[in-house]
């Protein structure tokens, strides 16, 4: 038989390529093998009958912590990932150059979601809850970080930096390591991830400063200090400049970075980020997280279109990771990632 699955009758959403319609999919040899209005099911070695629900790419979590059983708030990929309908996720940032070796071999390596990693800045990562991982700067080593890449180029995409004074980062360290973050990417020509909120600067002005295109900026809608809107509730012009550069704002929800009022006040004036994603780790697993589509259930309230929110966790992602031909899209020839699932209305409890 010339395909391995057929999903029959399902509503293709595909943002990628524009497409809303009622669809077969065929996958043959973990691709995409045929997309169209009547697949033969006699084609294919199984069939699933997707008739009332949606068919979407594979889900793409650009911020996870999925370095279980070694940092304090990392979970099992699987069961919270691709079980859930995340294909493909990066983990932010909890492994550094000392513990990625590790990391890599022990996860990345034997999970079946597919995972990619922004490596700490920090040479430990985030081990303990305690202590932070940039609390003494030495750990923060430019040369380390540099190695580190260089040898795991396919599945390193950059350079995570927090910078949360005090439960991260000491007063003594100050910004200086979202500078050496910055330092050892321009080094290995690849973004910075910047976690922002309580930093030891006066506002995120002087953080978006040091920021170009193509970095991130997790956490964009958190309620903390050193957030994306002013004094006056408007969306500070830095905001709009690094957005017209081309820094990526990614949601980042997270245990405590996600603020309603914040992210409807800034939606309100017409201002986007421009990807979703969980922040999933162990102290969100359970509540209020629980996994990405439920973050994205979040946007749909919050007005969104839902091809406007799947964008947003597959499309986009996908471009961000350079990966925009292979994943967040169900056209032909692309990896065969794909989530079914049932959009239903709720009244609220």
């Known amino acids: 038989m010339p395909y391995d699955l057929v999903l029959k009758g399902g509503t293709l959403v595909d943002p990628a390529q524009a497409i809303r319609a009622v669809a077969d999919v065929a996958f043959a040899g973990g691709r995409v093998a045929a997309v169209g209005?009547?697949?033969?099911?006699?084609?294919?070695?199984e069939t699933l009958d997707c008739t009332g629900r949606i068919v979407a790419p594979g889900m793409i979590d650009l911020h996870v912590h999925v370095f279980w059983g070694v940092t304090y708030l990392g979970i099992e990929a699987d069961p919270n990932c691709i079980a859930k309908g995340v294909t493909t996720a990066v983990d932010a940032g909890?492994?550094?150059?000392?513990?990625?070796?590790?990391f890599r071999k022990y996860v990345i390596d034997v999970a079946a979601t597919r995972l990619f990693a922004q490596l700490n800045i920090s040479s430990q990562g985030m081990m303990n809850r305690e202590i932070g991982e940039l609390d003494?700067?030495?750990?923060?080593?430019?040369?380390?970080?540099?190695a580190m890449i260089e040898q795991h180029r396919d599945v390193i995409l950059g350079v995570k930096v927090r910078l949360t004074r005090n439960s991260i980062v000491s007063r003594d360290a100050g910004m200086r390591p979202l500078y050496l973050a910055r330092e050892a990417s321009d080094a290995v020509r690849l973004p910075i991830m910047v976690h922002p909120q309580d930093a030891w600067c006066e506002s995120l002005d002087d953080i978006l400063a040091v920021m170009r295109g193509g970095d991130i900026l997790t956490h964009c809608f958190h309620g903390l200090s050193h957030g994306i809107l002013d004094a006056d509730g408007r969306v500070r012009r830095s905001v709009h400049e690094a957005m017209e550069r081309g820094v990526i704002f990614d949601v980042g929800?997270?245990?405590g970075s996600f603020s309603w009022e914040v992210a409807e006040r800034t939606l309100k004036q017409g201002v986007q980020p421009q990807t979703i994603s969980s922040d999933?780790?162990?102290?969100?697993?359970n509540g209020p997280v629980y996994d990405l589509?439920?973050?994205v259930t979040k946007f749909l309230h919050l007005g969104s279109p839902l091809e406007t929110a799947l964008h947003k966790v597959t499309a986009t992602p996908a471009q961000v990771i350079r990966m925009a031909d292979e994943i967040?899209?169900?056209?032909?020839?692309a990896w065969g990632d794909a989530v079914v699932f049932e959009l239903e209305e709720g009244g609220s409890t």
């Open 136 to 146: 003494e700067l030495r750990y923060a080593s430019v040369p380390r970080a540099v």
């Open 94 to 102: 909890s492994a550094g150059a000392d513990t990625f070796p590790g």
């Open 328 to 333: 967040g899209t169900l056209r032909v020839g």
């Open 280 to 285: 999933l780790h162990a102290q969100n697993v």
């Open 37 to 45: 209005p009547a697949v033969a099911a006699a084609d294919a070695a």
């Open 293 to 295: 589509a439920t973050t």
């Open 253 to 255: 929800h997270g245990a």
